[in-house]
């Protein structure tokens, strides 16, 4: 798609050096051109007042396997739009994993679907989400 190539070993390396990522706990388990799955453990520190998980770290998840997905092509991709839509809650799943798929693209704007399950495979929240590619390789 972008005429950049780069590894995939290589490309892990940079997504899994997110530091936000990895204070949210964060985990990659896979990326390939299009495509990313993260994991994120969940805790303590990813709850809210009332308990229950932070719809905010419901969102960093799914914006982090954003990021991996629509960077994936070997160039530098910036979200211009995120929207989530919250299903259920996730009641007391240990973890929760994040899929990203291309969906498609039109000159440099790009579009991705994202969903987010819990440890039994629900779905617990949908994104939509527009990136621009910029064309300048990712590195």
């Known amino acids: ?3 950049h190539e780069i590894s995939l070993d290589r490309l892990a390396e940079l997504i899994s050096s997110d530091a936000f990522a990895a204070h ?3 985990e990659l388990e896979e990326v ?3 495509y990313a799955r993260m994991r994120m453990n969940l805790g303590e520190r990813h709850r809210n007042f009332l ?3 932070h719809g905010g770290a419901i969102f960093s998840l799914a914006d982090a396997a954003f ?4 960077n994936s092509f ?3 991709a910036v979200a211009v739009h995120v929207g989530i839509d919250y299903l259920a809650a996730t009641g007391d799943s240990p973890f929760l994993v994040a899929e990203v798929e291309f969906v498609s693209r039109a000159g440099k704007i790009g579009n991705y ?3 987010v399950r819990d440890s039994r495979g629900e779905v617990i929240a949908t994104c939509h989400g527009w990136v621009y590619h910029t064309g300048r ?3």
């Open 1 to 3: 798609m972008s005429g």
């Open 51 to 53: 308990g229950m998980v």
């Open 67 to 70: 990021a991996a997905a629509s």
């Open 24 to 26: 949210l706990g964060v």
């Open 32 to 34: 390939r051109p299009g």
């Open 137 to 139: 390789p990712l590195g």
């Open 113 to 115: 679907d994202m969903k």
């Open 74 to 76: 070997g160039t530098k």
